[in-house]
């Protein structure tokens, strides 16, 4: 990742991640209390659109790595180290993607040129791969883009919100195209069913939802995929609607002060996260589960193996 990548994720989705959550905002702009000391009114500004920031209080601003370089008073160096560790939803390194150009902006000047049924073998080794069968088929679709002006076709499989956009993932990618969003869906249920329509269970990525769909197969009611940490607010708006509110999110820094905001609003709401507590998030822990399934059938066919010898050589 260089200053520029960096620089285009949203910076309020930085300073969700480090545990920073804003006093007030709106579309066009956010205010919080001074990240760098303490204060009792909130004078650091963050401008959504331009994404950068001003601290009335100091008399300084900037972009992400200069907010970064003095929040953890470092080198641009270090700052881009610290960067390319993180999970920052609305940002995946790209030097792997097939038929791609490296340098390319990501979430930047899309145009998708066909969406259809997952088709793709590539796709579906990648479902295989994160423990996912096609069971979970029907949630998604193929989704065939160009960035930019450049003529290469690249596919992912695509996951729709509610406002008609598109998260995208495949083996090297992760981004987004057109309108950032929730998505909401009913599961297993009429549009029209009123049983269990009052029960939610809530994600941080599409990913831990096909992983959730595919160990409680026959769950019914409503799942919401946050789609981005940044969508906080308009997650806990949608989860008003509900009486009972079912947790899955990240256990990293950011799902933590997202599971946090969410039980200070909704008291009531069910953490679910203690199910996989030694894990980052869900779907790595259906990994997991699937892997030591696998080693202890292995185990039984080999003793079984085991067995069948001893006996053979006791009759001979």
Request: neutral net charge; proline residues 3%; contains cysteine.
């Amino acid at each position: 990742m260089n200053c520029k990548q960096f620089n285009t994720i949203p910076l309020e989705e930085v300073l969700l991640s480090l545990g920073h959550l804003p006093t007030k905002h709106n579309e066009k702009e956010a205010w919080f209390l001074n990240p760098f000391g303490t204060e009792t009114h909130a004078s650091f500004k963050l401008d959504k659109k331009q994404n950068v920031w001003y601290l009335h209080s100091e008399g300084i601003g900037g972009n992400n790595t200069e907010f970064m370089k003095k929040y953890l008073n470092i080198s641009v160096k270090e700052v881009l180290e610290w960067a390319e560790k993180q999970n920052f939803s609305s940002f995946h390194p790209q030097t792997k993607i097939p038929q791609s150009d490296t340098n390319l902006k990501p979430n930047k000047n899309y145009q998708i040129t066909e969406i259809k049924e997952l088709q793709n073998e590539n796709l579906m080794n990648y479902l295989q791969q994160r423990g996912l069968s096609e069971m979970v088929y029907p949630l998604i679709r193929e989704v065939h883009f160009k960035i930019g002006d450049k003529n290469q076709n690249l596919y992912a499989i695509g996951f729709e919100n509610n406002s008609g956009g598109c998260e995208l993932r495949n083996s090297f990618y992760k981004g987004s195209v057109l309108k950032k969003d929730v998505s909401v869906i009913r599961l297993n249920q009429e549009s029209d069913d009123r049983f269990n329509n009052k029960n939610v269970v809530v994600f941080e990525g599409f990913m831990d939802l096909l992983s959730f769909v595919e160990m409680k197969r026959f769950f019914k009611g409503d799942v919401l995929v946050m789609n981005s940490i940044a969508l906080l607010n308009k997650t806990k708006e949608h989860l008003k609607n509900y009486s009972e509110i079912h947790l899955f999110l990240d256990n990293d820094q950011a799902g933590k002060v997202c599971k946090d905001e969410i039980l200070k609003t909704f008291p009531k709401a069910n953490d679910c996260s203690e199910i996989y507590s030694e894990n980052k998030d869900l779907n790595e822990f259906l990994i997991e589960r699937i892997k030591k399934e696998s080693e202890i059938l292995h185990q039984k066919e080999q003793n079984e193996q085991q067995q069948n010898v001893q006996g053979f050589k006791r009759r001979r």
